[in-house]
């Protein structure tokens, strides 16, 4: 069982989340025949002139794409559900999503292009386990089995290896969040009293953690709209099982006395702020 703890430091920031509607209406006076053109009313043009659908640039987020119809009046909305683009690292553009891990030039690892600021802990005792943030909110774990060694990166995820003996931590960093598993690789390891309640330290920033009655994980901002969200941890046996599972208490038993490798874990991510719908990531 996982169990987080820390401290929290709130600060009340007010949030809105609205959605821009174009309305199709006739000018009311000449005057307004003399005002320009917004965006979506010159690729309305410029689709019906064309006869093919043109793309309304300034709409774009990173699971949504919207185009002007050929008919000169409506529009067509394209959405994903995975991130189909994400913003550059200065803010100017978009790039190609891109979960690899990379070293950053303060000595943190972190995903190459992603929608969330993700970073993990380069070794040490100095930083934080993993950092996740978004509009300005945080949350930063801590590792309380002491210094950290150097990960080692294999694609989207770095293992710190030997955590505790025989038990390998490893974080692995997705479009939108993170998860965390720790692999207990021996029977013997499964044994370490330690594996019985794992603790991380945590500071947030302008969220508050609150926990479902599932198990799962929330933090909400100040005005009770959800940031982030994990799903209940799981523990599962990697022998023989292709994707986790929860496990009831006695089969966790057994899987920790099997010769398999004994898992477990939760996976983190911002909630989707797309006015459109809020889903599981």
Not at 144 to 165: F, I, N
Not at 229 to 252: C, E, N, Q, R
Request: net charge positive.
């Amino acid at each position: 069982m996982f169990v987080i703890k820390g401290r929290l430091l709130l600060h009340a920031v007010a949030t809105s989340v609205g959605m821009a509607m174009v309305l199709n209406a006739a000018p009311a006076a000449a005057a307004a025949d003399a005002a320009p053109k917004t965006e979506s009313q010159q690729a309305l043009a410029a689709a019906k002139k064309s006869g093919k659908p043109v793309e309304v640039v300034g709409e774009r987020t990173d699971s949504s794409t919207t185009f002007a119809n050929p008919d000169g009046k409506s529009f067509r909305l394209d959405t994903s559900a995975v991130p189909v683009r994400v913003r550059s690292k200065s803010g100017s553009g978009w790039v190609t999503p891109d979960a690899t891990l990379e070293v950053r030039a303060d000595g943190s690892v972190g995903p190459k292009a992603a929608v969330a600021d993700i970073s993990f802990s380069g070794g040490g005792e100095q930083s934080s386990l993993v950092t996740i943030a978004s509009a300005g909110r945080a949350m930063s774990w801590g590792w309380q089995g002491g210094a950290l060694p150097k990960p080692l990166l294999d694609g989207a995820s770095a293992v710190y290896p030997e955590v505790l003996p025989g038990v390998d931590l490893r974080m692995t960093a997705t479009l939108k969040g993170f998860r965390e598993v720790l692999v207990v690789k021996t029977p013997e390891a499964a044994k370490n009293p330690k594996l019985q309640r794992v603790e991380f330290d945590l500071e947030a920033k302008d969220v508050q953690l609150s926990t479902g009655s599932d198990g799962g994980l929330a933090a909400t901002d100040a005005n009770g709209n959800r940031v982030f969200k994990a799903p209940p941890a799981l523990m599962w046996d990697s022998k023989g099982v292709t994707a986790p599972v929860a496990l009831s208490p006695k089969a966790k038993i057994a899987a920790a006395k099997s010769e398999g490798a004994l898992c477990q874990g939760r996976r983190w991510a911002p909630t989707p702020q797309e006015t459109s719908w809020t889903g599981r990531l």
